[in-house]
């Protein structure tokens, strides 16, 4: 007779979890949450600035990091704009010894990101309230593992030469709430131009090149700062966590910014629902995640005329949730070739069980 199961005990590398000791993760057939860092190589991604509601964005913090702390955390928004992207990741696989030998996945993506800062933490993040995904793979792994808000989505994100005429996400959702409302196939987000063609120019393989073009296209606001030549100057004050600065950040420049430091720190609510009490979590974290830039290819400015129209569906409510419009004109749009890798994660706040 064979002798009973008993898992290995490990200890958590970064030592950042309430518990001092975990079960070994069960490997079994099916599985499709692989370990992690990951890495994705070649990416594009457009990038597209929009108006939002600040009071709804400090709402979403407080309903998702401050409030399922009791108040440990104060996190809040730092400007009433957010950063809707559209990534075509065609390689992205586990960088862990064993299940590199997995193989890759081609993924799609979509996201609406907005910068959030902590006051006690004095520190800056990045919060993805929706995120959808066309791999099965790639939602599992996120979901499970970090705690990213991923679901299943139908994505066209033309990858070439030349800025897209259309980019666009349908899900199956509800259009509407009811007792006898059935799930449809809904277009999301669409983002659209008219105009003639247009090639796309990137006169530098840097990031700071991105970040100083896309700088220049903004208000005459920083003109005097460029004049100077101190950009990056320019930056380190806008962006000096804990100070009056951030009362206003622009999206774009931040995230740009954080590409040129090789890195853009995530806060996730990762959480599971309890099997037994249908309205209690039986795990709850706030995780901070980086992603780490390994190498910037190409980027810059894509034309001014995009329109991006967002669907009111209750399924979907970002409008609602974000204080987004139905259509809205992005303040910049931009577009980036880059490799990244999505570290392991941190363990911020956990709540306790029992």
Known sequence: MSEPYKPTLVIPASGASSLPRLPAY?????EIACRHPADALGSRMYGFVIPALRDR???????????PTGGQEQWRAVSDQ????????????????EDVKLGV???????????????HRNRLAWA?????????????????VYGFPKQLGELEIPVGDTAPPKLTLNTVTFATYGPASEVTDERVVAVERAGAPVE????????????????????AVVEQRLATGDVLGWLEDLFREGTHYLHDVFPHVLFLRDLVEER???????????????????????????????DFHAGGLLPD???????????EPISRELGIAETSVPSIAFWLDFDFLVKLGTILWQAPVG
Not at 105 to 119: G, K, L, N
Not at 128 to 135: G, H, L, N, Q, T
Not at 201 to 210: D, F, L
């Open 26 to 30: 069960v490997e079994h057939g099916g």
């Open 57 to 67: 964005l400090d709402a979403f913090c407080r309903r998702c990091f401050n409030d």
């Open 82 to 97: 957010v950063l809707l992207n559209f990534v075509d990741i065609p390689t992205m696989g586990s960088t862990d010894e």
């Open 105 to 119: 996945t081609h993924e799609r993506e979509a996201a609406i990101w907005f910068p959030v800062y902590e006051p």
């Open 128 to 144: 993805i309230p929706y995120m959808f995904v066309d791999s099965g793979l790639a939602l599992a792994g996120g979901r499970e």
């Open 200 to 219: 796309l120019s990137s006169e530098g393989s840097e990031a700071t090149y991105a970040l100083d073009t896309v700088i220049k296209a903004m208000s």
């Open 264 to 294: 853009a720190p995530m806060l996730l609510l990762k959480q599971f629902r309890d099997a037994h009490v249908p309205g209690a979590a039986c795990y709850q974290a706030l995780v901070d995640v980086d992603m780490q830039v390994l």
């Open 305 to 315: 005329d995009y329109r991006v129209t967002i669907a009111r569906l209750e399924g």
